[in-house]
C-alpha cells in the first residue's frame, strides 16, 4: 500500500462518481420504439404497493374441482400459496400480500405494479405470476383439445422435481429438460415402456393447451425427461422452465375477479422518500467532515459508492436482474448498508487519531489505524454476511445457492419463501461486501493517496490539536 | 474497589443492567397480556372485505375513524378501483383479534351504507382468510435463527478465544437478545402494527447490536494481547469500553441524525408510516449502545472473575 501514487484518489472518485451516474440514470439506447437496456437505473425500481399502488386478484379452482376432504383442501390450497409466493420472490416481488381462504377455495392476492406499467391494467399485469395452469403429460394424443382429460395420466406438476431450459447441440433444437419426483420417476417408466416404438406420442399440456407430443423411443428409467416442441426458441423454453420450477400447481386456478389497488402513499411519496435520502446522506456528510476533517471527505466519498451500491442492488444494475421491490423493508436495507460504512470510517479514523495522538508520523499512523481497523471490521462483516446468508437460505427461493446450501438444515420445511426477509437478507449480504469494497479499500487508498500531496500533509486535517508534523 | 485510579468503573453498577432488561422484559409481556399486541392480518388471519361504490372517492381517514368507533381497531383500508367499469372501492383487512362474524360484517356495511346514502355501496367480496405466515413459518423463523445463533456464538468463540472463547459468544448474544426485547418494548407500547417493518426493525437491530459487542471485544482482545497482560478483567473491560466510547456515539449520532432527517422530510412531505420504522429503530440503536457498552463487557468481567476466584 505504501506505493499509493497520488493519481490514486482521483481513479477510486472517478469510478465511484460513474458508479453514482449508472444507478441513478441508467444506460439506455433508443432504435426507433424499441428500448434497450444496458444498465438499469432508478427508473427501473419497482416501488411498493403502498407507493405506486397495484392489483387485487382473487384466483379460485375451478368449479368442476373437487377436493376429497377438509385435509386435502387445506393441503392443496397451501401447496398453491407457496408456489405463488415462490413465483413472485423469483421476480424479485418482495412486497406482497397472499391470503388464503380455505372454505370457498379462494386464494387472494396484492403485488404492485412493475416498474414503468403504465397501463395499469390488471389482467395483463396477473400474467406475470406465469401460468396458474396444471401440467400433465397424458398418453396418446387426441384431435380435439376438449377431450384430453380423456386420456390416461401419466404423470403431473407436482411428480416434477425441476425444469431447466437447453440447447441440444445435435439437431440445434430447444428443449427443457425435467428432473422427476421419486413419484413420477416409476410411473414414466412404465408408459415409456409400454410405449416404446409403438408410435404411440405422450402428450405435455398445461390446462387445455398442448404443449408438446413427443413420441416416445426407448423407455425412461433415469428420472429424466424432455420436453421437446415443434416451435420452441430460447425464450420459450426458459419461460416453461421458469413455469415449471416456480412450481408446477397441483390444480388448475382460474381468476375471480382482479381490481386495482390505490397507492396509499401516493406518487409525491416516492419524491419525498428520494428527498429525504439525499438530505440525510448529506447530514451524514456534515457530520463526518465535522468530525473528521479530510477523512471526513474521504469517508464521504466512500459513503457515496456504499450507498450507489445498496441502491444497484435494488435496481438490479444489469438488464438480466430483475429489480427488488423498494419497500420500507428495502430502505431500512440500504440504511444498515451505509450505517456499516459510517461505523467502517468511525472506526479506522478514531485509530487514526490515537495513533496520531501517540505521537506517530502521519504515514505511520494511517497505516496502524487502517490495520488495526480492519481486524474488527472484518470480524462485523463476515458474522453479518453469515446471517444474511441464513436467512436468505431460509427465506428465498428453493433453487438459490444459499437455500440449496442450507437444505440439511430446512429440510424439514417446504419450499417457502418469504420476500421481505429475504430482500433485507440479500441486502445486508451485498452491504458486507460493499464494505469491504467502499468502506475498506476505496476509503484506504483514497487516504494514502492524498497523504502524498504536500498540501494535505498536515496532521491537523486529520485530527484536530496534534502537535507533530508529518 | 478494583482499581482506584480509575474513577471510571462501568462494572460497578452489573445490577442495574440486569434489572433494567428484565423490567422492560416485564412491562412488554405485562402489556401484551392485558392490552395484546397490534398484530397485523398476515400473521393472524382475519377477515378481508370489499365494497364498491360510485361518485367521488371516500375520505379513508373518516371512514377509519367510524369503524374504529364501531370497536373494530385493527381494521387497514385501501382504495382502489375495478377493472373495466368505474367503480371505485373499498378494502378493509380486520385482523383476527376483531373476530369478524356474519354480524360484525353486517355491522360494517350498515355503517357505511347510511354514512354515505347516495354512493350504492355493495359488499363485492368477503372473505375469511388464514394466516399468510402460519405455525410452519414461525417454526422455519425459529430454526432459522436459532441457527444464526450458533453459528454466530461459534464464529465469535473462534475469533475471541484468546479472551474467554465461548462466554464472549454467549454474552454478545445476550446483548443482542436484550436489543432485541427492547425493539419489541417500543412496538408493543406504541401500539405499533406487528408487520413486515417489525421484522425488518428487529433484524437491522440485530446487525447493529452485533457490530457494537463485537467492537469492544476487539478492543478487549487487543488490550489483552498487548501491553496489559497483567490488567485484572474489571479494568481490561473498562479500559476497553472508554476506547470504544467515543467511536459508539460517533457511529450512532451519525446513523440517529441520518433517521432523523429521513423522518422529518418524509413526515413534511405527509409519509407518516416512516416513523413507524424510524422512531424503534432509533430506540433500539439506544439499547445497542447501552448493551454493548455496559452489559456483555460486565457480564464477561464478572464472568472471568468468578472463574479465577474458582481456580
Not at chain 1, 438488464?319 to 467502517?344: E, K, R, W
Not at chain 1, 427461493?397 to 437444505?407: E, G, M, N, R
Not at chain 2, 408493543?188 to 425488518?200: E, G, N, Q
Request: charged share 15%; hydrophobic share 50%.
Amino acid at each position: 500500500m505504501k506505493s499509493v501514487k497520488k493519481p490514486v484518489f482521483f481513479l477510486v472518485l472517478a469510478f465511484i462518481l460513474g458508479l453514482t451516474y449508472l444507478t441513478l440514470f441508467g444506460v439506455y439506447t433508443y432504435y426507433g420504439d424499441r428500448e434497450d437496456v444496458w444498465v438499469r437505473g432508478v427508473k427501473d425500481i419497482r416501488w411498493g404497493i403502498d407507493i405506486r399502488g397495484g392489483v387485487d386478484v382473487i384466483f379460485t379452482t375451478p368449479d368442476d374441482h373437487v377436493f376429497a376432504n377438509n385435509d386435502e383442501r387445506r393441503a392443496g390450497m397451501d401447496a398453491a400459496r407457496s408456489i405463488i409466493e415462490v413465483r413472485m420472490v423469483t421476480q424479485n416481488i418482495t412486497d406482497y400480500e397472499i391470503y388464503v381462504d380455505y372454505a370457498t377455495e379462494r386464494i387472494i392476492v396484492r403485488f404492485p405494479w412493475r416498474a414503468g406499467d403504465v397501463s395499469f391494467d390488471p389482467e395483463q399485469a396477473v400474467r406475470e405470476l406465469g401460468e396458474m395452469a396444471w401440467l400433465t403429460f397424458r398418453e396418446g394424443f387426441p384431435w380435439d383439445a376438449e377431450s384430453h382429460l380423456d386420456l390416461p395420466l401419466v404423470i403431473e406438476g407436482r411428480d416434477v422435481k425441476r425444469a431447466a431450459p437447453n440447447y441440444n447441440r445435435d439437431d440445434g433444437t430447444y428443449e427443457v429438460l425435467l428432473e422427476l419426483e421419486p413419484s413420477g420417476t416409476e410411473a414414466f417408466a412404465e408408459a415409456t415402456g409400454r410405449l416404446a416404438g409403438t408410435g404411440v406420442a405422450i402428450s405435455i399440456w398445461m390446462d387445455e393447451m398442448p404443449i408438446s407430443w413427443p413420441t416416445v423411443s426407448s423407455q425412461i428409467t433415469g428420472g429424466n425427461a424432455v420436453i421437446t416442441g415443434n416451435d420452441f426458441t430460447a425464450d420459450a423454453v426458459i419461460s416453461l422452465a421458469n413455469r415449471i420450477n416456480g412450481g408446477a400447481l397441483p390444480f388448475q386456478l382460474e381468476i375471480d375477479s382482479f381490481s386495482r389497488i390505490s397507492p396509499t402513499l401516493g406518487e409525491s411519496a416516492r419524491d419525498a422518500m428520494v428527498i429525504a435520502g439525499i438530505v440525510a446522506f448529506a447530514v451524514i456528510a456534515i457530520i463526518m467532515i465535522y468530525l473528521y476533517r479530510l477523512l471526513g471527505v474521504v469517508a464521504t466519498i466512500g459513503l457515496l459508492g456504499q450507498a450507489m451500491g445498496a441502491l444497484a442492488v435494488i435496481t438490479g444494475f444489469f438488464p438480466g436482474n430483475a429489480s427488488f421491490t423498494l419497500t420500507i423493508p428495502g430502505i431500512a436495507g440500504i440504511i444498515l448498508s451505509i450505517a456499516m460504512g459510517v461505523d467502517a470510517n468511525v472506526i479506522t479514523s478514531e485509530r487514526i487519531k490515537e495513533e496520531l495522538y501517540t505521537g506517530k508520523t502521519l504515514d505511520g499512523a494511517l497505516q496502524a489505524g487502517y490495520k488495526r481497523a480492519f481486524a474488527v471490521i472484518f470480524d462485523c462483516n463476515i458474522t453479518l454476511i453469515i446471517i444474511a446468508f441464513i436467512l436468505m437460505g431460509a427465506f428465498g427461493t428453493p433453487d438459490s445457492f444459499a437455500a440449496v446450501a442450507l437444505k440439511p438444515i430446512f429440510f424439514l420445511f417446504g419450499p417457502s419463501a418469504a420476500g421481505a426477509i429475504y430482500s433485507f437478507g440479500f441486502t445486508l449480504f451485498v452491504g458486507a461486501i460493499l464494505n469491504f469494497i467502499f468502506g475498506v479499500t476505496a476509503s484506504r487508498l483514497m487516504t494514502y493517496s492524498i497523504s502524498k500531496f504536500k498540501s494535505l500533509r498536515n496532521v491537523n486535517f486529520y485530527a484536530k490539536g496534534v502537535k507533530n508534523r508529518g | 474497589m478494583a482499581n482506584s485510579k480509575n474513577k471510571f468503573d462501568i462494572v460497578a453498577h452489573k445490577k442495574l443492567y440486569l434489572i433494567i432488561p428484565a423490567a422492560i422484559l416485564a412491562a412488554t409481556i405485562l402489556v401484551i397480556l392485558l392490552f395484546g399486541a397490534k398484530v397485523s392480518i398476515e400473521f393472524t388471519g382475519g377477515t378481508i372485505l370489499q365494497y364498491s361504490y360510485t361518485g367521488e372517492e371516500i375520505n379513508v381517514n373518516e371512514v377509519s375513524a367510524s369503524v374504529s368507533d364501531l370497536g373494530f381497531n385493527s381494521a387497514v383500508i385501501t382504495t382502489g378501483s375495478a377493472f373495466g367499469s368505474d367503480l371505485q372501492l373499498l378494502n378493509f383487512s380486520f385482523s383476527a383479534s376483531d373476530g369478524m362474524g356474519n354480524d360484525e360484517q353486517a355491522q360494517v356495511t350498515a355503517m357505511l351504507q347510511q354514512k354515505y346514502p347516495d354512493k350504492a355501496i355493495t359488499l363485492e367480496n368477503n372473505q375469511n382468510v388464514s394466516a399468510t405466515t402460519g405455525m410452519s413459518f414461525f417454526l422455519k423463523c425459529l430454526v432459522a435463527f436459532v441457527f444464526a445463533f450458533l453459528v454466530f456464538i461459534i464464529y465469535i468463540a473462534y475469533r475471541f478465544k484468546k479472551i474467554g472463547g465461548w462466554s464472549t459468544g454467549i454474552f454478545a448474544l445476550i446483548a443482542l437478545l436484550i436489543d432485541i426485547i427492547v425493539v419489541v418494548a417500543v412496538f408493543v407500547f406504541f401500539r405499533l402494527p406487528i408487520d413486515s417493518i417489525f421484522m425488518a426493525v428487529i433484524l437491522t437491530i440485530m446487525g447493529y447490536s452485533i457490530n457494537n459487542t463485537i467492537i469492544v471485544f476487539d478492543r478487549v482482545r487487543e488490550n489483552k494481547s498487548l501491553q496489559n497482560r497483567q490488567l485484572s478483567a474489571r479494568e481490561l473491560i473498562n479500559k476497553s469500553v472508554r476506547q470504544s466510547l467515543t467511536r459508539s456515539i460517533n457511529t450512532t449520532v451519525t446513523t440517529a441524525a441520518a433517521l432523523l432527517a429521513l423522518s422529518i422530510v418524509a413526515v413534511i412531505f405527509g409519509v407518516a408510516t416512516i416513523l413507524n420504522f424510524a422512531f424503534p429503530l432509533t430506540i433500539g440503536l439506544v439499547s445497542g449502545i447501552f448493551t454493548s457498552l455496559c452489559v456483555s463487557g460486565t457480564f464477561w468481567a464478572t464472568w472471568q472473575e468468578r472463574k479465577i476466584r474458582k481456580g
